[in-house]
């Protein structure tokens, strides 16, 4: 799926983390050298606590808050234009499970050397995410291509 940004220009989701990226990056570097690192990382932390759990919301209202809205979410924004290669494992009316294989968003943050801040800023959104978008939901995540794992295994169920 792609966004429109303004009337003229539409970005893809992977185009809108690399602008996010680019901006947060020397900012969060800046932070760490007047304020230290611990406190760069809570302030981070918590910032995109909430700027995730605003996306969710706002992809429930246009995916629709179940879990075929997350595997929307997750085929048409998340991987549109290219941004991961997923592999749906399960899906039933309680249960999404699939796996990224390819995470161009994580492509993008090795190649500037900065996986730690990858981590930080693209995959700590995931979890929040999903409280914003349907707080009956979660997700279990064991690893991440970004921290060094060989895909990303998406878990959401519904709370029992």
Known sequence: ???????DITITHLERRKIEGRVLIPFISACREKFGDGPTRDLVAGAI???AAGDGARWAATFGGD?????????????GGGGMELEVVE???????????????????KELGLDDLGVQIHCARDH???????????????????AGGTCCDFRFRRKA
């Open 128 to 146: 929040a995410m999903v409280e914003g978008f349907n707080d009956g939901l979660e997700l279990e995540r064991s690893q991440t291509i970004m």
């Open 49 to 51: 606590r909430s700027l």
């Open 91 to 109: 899906q039933t009316a309680d249960r999404l499970a699939f796996n990224v294989t390819r995470c161009r968003y994580a492509e993008f943050y």
């Open 1 to 7: 799926m792609v966004r429109r940004m303004t009337d």
């Open 67 to 79: 879990i075929e809205g997350l595997r929307r979410v997750a085929e048409e924004l998340w991987a």
